[in-house]
């Protein structure tokens, strides 16, 4: 009911498009899931984002830096290869902008994706994994497939491609947004920050933002076991669980460019128990990456970060590996 001197103004709360909805997720203690350990894990919801992952920031930055900067042209078709998140975060920053967008997925990645990537008008080019590949296991091996699929697509529809392995607008979203809102929301100068890499845009992004309030903060590489090549140790199991990152791929440009303080290896089943765990006991349904980076939160706690504050990032909805047996 409207009392007196009361205005209704539509304007006053709206966003404009759900691209605004981005970002600003919560920052929650994870008290339940770390009370055995001494110290706190802060986990930032990122699975709240419009497309249900971390990966709608970089989307949204790599393309608005890209109309700035004028790589990308009214209307022009846009080319991405993604593993569903990326992809997600595009088709729906591309459908509120305009521009028609492709997505370029090895088949191994969960079919979901690839729905809801359809759903929101993107066109999705599937490609088959290398032989021996299992499907839920995309391997390095599988991306290069990807990525000659990628570079076929772009020149031939003469398309911007986003390019997330080398755009600055990836690190730019996790240094300008992700970093400085984990510093207003925990109050106090953070410990350690670790997060399961991919590209390392998120990894790179948040310990530069980071270490700027804090010199100190210590910022740690996660790894699938047996594919962790950042750390120095040979690829012995390409193909693992924890989909999203993880592809051996030791050159990669964002975590070269930072300081690395340490590497943490997390097996696909330390991975689910730690996903399973935050759901029963956080109410916090995120996927396999999200559980690598508890896990790995909870080694830190467990060793040279006892007694401290690690933050981590929950990278995906839990709703993405329904196919999965990620669930039971
Ligand atoms: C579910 C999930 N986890 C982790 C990552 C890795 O993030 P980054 O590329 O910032 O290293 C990704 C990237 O696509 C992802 O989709």
């Given at each position: 009911?409207?009392?007196?001197?009361?205005?209704?103004?539509?304007?006053?709360?709206?966003?404009?498009s759900a691209v605004e909805a981005?970002?600003?997720?919560?920052?929650?203690?994870?008290?339940?899931?770390?009370?055995?350990?001494?110290?706190?894990?802060?986990?930032?919801?990122?699975?709240?984002?419009?497309?249900?992952?971390?990966?709608?920031?970089?989307?949204?930055?790599?393309?608005?830096?890209?109309?700035?900067?004028?790589?990308?042209?009214?209307?022009?078709?846009?080319?991405?290869?993604?593993?569903?998140?990326?992809?997600?975060?595009?088709?729906?920053?591309?459908?509120?902008?305009?521009?028609?967008?492709?997505?370029?997925?090895?088949?191994?990645?969960?079919?979901?994706?690839?729905?809801?990537?359809?759903?929101?008008?993107?066109?999705?080019?599937?490609?088959?994994?290398?032989?021996?590949?299992?499907?839920?296991?995309?391997?390095?091996?599988?991306?290069?497939?990807?990525?000659?699929?990628?570079?076929?697509?772009?020149?031939?529809?003469?398309?911007?491609?986003?390019?997330?392995?080398?755009?600055?607008?990836?690190?730019?979203?996790?240094?300008?947004?992700?970093?400085?809102?984990?510093?207003?929301?925990?109050?106090?100068?953070?410990?350690?920050?670790?997060?399961?890499?991919?590209?390392?845009?998120?990894?790179?992004?948040?310990?530069?933002?980071?270490?700027?309030?804090?010199?100190?903060?210590?910022?740690?590489?996660?790894?699938?076991?047996?594919?962790?090549?950042?750390?120095?140790?040979?690829?012995?199991?390409?193909?693992?669980?924890?989909?999203?990152?993880?592809?051996?791929?030791?050159?990669?440009?964002?975590?070269?460019?930072?300081?690395?303080?340490?590497?943490?290896?997390?097996?696909?089943?330390?991975?689910?128990?730690?996903?399973?765990?935050?759901?029963?006991?956080?109410?916090?349904?995120?996927?396999?990456?999200?559980?690598?980076?508890?896990?790995?939160?909870?080694?830190?706690?467990?060793?040279?970060?006892?007694?401290?504050?690690?933050?981590?990032?929950?990278?995906?909805?839990?709703?993405?590996?329904?196919?999965?047996?990620?669930?039971g």
């Open positions: 009911m409207l009392h007196a001197g009361m205005t209704i103004s539509a304007r006053d709360h709206c966003l404009e981005i970002g600003d997720t919560p920052l929650v203690d994870l008290r339940r899931f770390a009370a055995h350990l001494e110290g706190r894990i802060l986990a930032k919801l990122e699975y709240l984002n419009p497309g249900f992952s971390k990966k709608d920031r970089i989307a949204r930055q790599m393309i608005e830096d890209a109309e700035q900067d004028g790589t990308l042209h009214p209307g022009q078709t846009v080319v991405e290869l993604t593993s569903g998140n990326t992809g997600t975060g595009l088709a729906l920053v591309c459908a509120v902008k305009g521009y028609p967008f492709v997505a370029v997925m090895s088949r191994g990645n969960s079919p979901e994706r690839a729905c809801m990537m359809a759903a929101l008008g993107a066109e999705v080019v599937l490609v088959d994994q290398l032989p021996g590949s299992p499907p839920g296991q995309v391997s390095g091996g599988d991306l290069e497939r990807v990525d000659r699929e990628t570079v076929r697509l772009v020149a031939e529809r003469k398309a911007f491609r986003a390019d997330q392995f080398r755009h600055q607008g990836n690190f730019r979203a996790h240094y300008l947004h992700t970093g400085p809102e984990i510093l207003r929301q925990s109050g106090k100068p953070i410990d350690a920050f670790c997060d399961f890499v991919g590209t390392g845009g998120t990894f790179a992004g948040c310990a530069a933002a980071l270490r700027e309030a804090n010199p100190t903060t210590r910022c740690y590489v996660v790894e699938p076991e047996g594919a962790a090549v950042l750390a120095g140790l040979p690829l012995v199991r390409p193909n693992h669980r924890i989909q999203g990152g993880g592809y051996a791929m030791p050159d990669l440009l964002f975590p070269q460019a930072v300081r690395i303080d340490g590497f943490i290896a997390v097996s696909d089943e330390e991975a689910i128990a730690a996903a399973r765990r935050l759901a029963r006991l956080e109410g916090v349904f995120a996927g396999f990456s999200s559980g690598a980076n508890v896990a790995a939160a909870t080694k830190l706690l467990e060793g040279p970060c006892r007694g401290q504050t690690v933050v981590t990032m929950l990278n995906d909805s839990g709703l993405k590996y329904l196919s999965t047996d990620l669930w």
